[in-house]
């Protein structure tokens, strides 16, 4: 039974740029959410998509975009990079938007130079 | 603002003994409650949730709930070097937007379990 996966693992961009990072869920998922963890902090919550729509999202401005597919996979976006933007990015996968327990996959550390 | 609140330690314990971590939140319309583990360089790993006020136990951990204090605690029994990580407390809310959404964290407990 495959967890959630993400790739890259991780990435070194230049501020200005766009980077995309990719989400699995977990087998039997349909509901993908994004978090940033800044080091030292916990996740801070980006969005969370279900049926290809992003149904609820936190206090992230919209440089920071994102898609859902029909095989239930993720992309989230962020464009306009700023070195505040160098974190670890969380997906995490639960089987429907109303079951609150979320499985995270190994993450996407991203630096911004 | 909705805040998770946690002592950020270290908190340093031999092996053997028992490990008290603590998770206070602010929104009393709090609803669900999460421990998650996190080694260092790795993701978040859920090990234990609540619901209910009172104790659920899984093994060496158990969770307390008590909601009139607006308070979580996790117990982690016979300590082994094993569980020194860091944990997160997470909360949600009430569903809203067609969704239960998301996950609202504290910084994390860094636990060190000493030899």
């Known amino acids: 039974d495959a967890g959630v996966t993400q790739s890259p693992t991780h990435l070194i961009k230049t501020r200005g740029q766009q980077v995309t990072l990719r989400c699995s869920p977990k087998?039997?998922?349909?509901?993908v959410s994004w978090y940033q963890q800044a080091l030292g902090q916990g996740p801070q919550f980006i969005f969370q998509?279900?049926?290809?729509?992003?149904?609820q999202r936190g206090n992230f401005p919209d440089r920071f975009s994102g898609h859902q597919f029909p095989n239930y996979s993720s992309e989230l976006n962020v464009n306009a990079l700023l070195l505040g933007d160098s974190a670890l990015y969380l997906c995490?996968?639960?089987?429907?938007?109303?079951?609150?327990?979320?499985?995270f996959g190994p993450g996407t550390r991203l630096l911004v130079l | 603002q909705k805040e998770v609140e946690q002592n950020s330690g270290p908190l340093s314990v031999p092996e053997g003994a028992i490990a008290s971590l603590n998770c206070t939140y602010s929104?009393?319309?709090?609803?669900?409650f999460f421990w998650y583990r996190q080694y260092s360089g790795k993701s978040p790993e859920l090990i234990m949730f609540?619901?209910?006020?009172g104790d659920k136990e899984d093994g060496r951990f158990t969770a307390q709930l008590n909601k009139a204090s607006q308070y979580v605690s996790l117990l982690i029994r016979d300590s082994q070097s094993s569980d020194s990580a860091t944990y997160l407390c997470?909360?949600?809310?009430?569903?809203?937007?067609?969704?239960?959404?998301?996950?609202?964290f504290g910084k994390g407990t860094k636990l060190s379990v000493k030899p």
């Open positions: 995490a996968s639960s089987p429907n938007p109303f079951k609150e327990t979320q499985y």
């Open positions: 087998s039997g998922h349909d509901t």
């Open positions: 998509y279900y049926e290809e729509e992003e149904r």
């Open positions: 929104d009393r319309g709090s609803q669900s």
């Open positions: 609540i619901y209910s006020n």
């Open positions: 997470a909360v949600t809310l009430p569903p809203y937007g067609g969704s239960q959404g998301n996950l609202i």
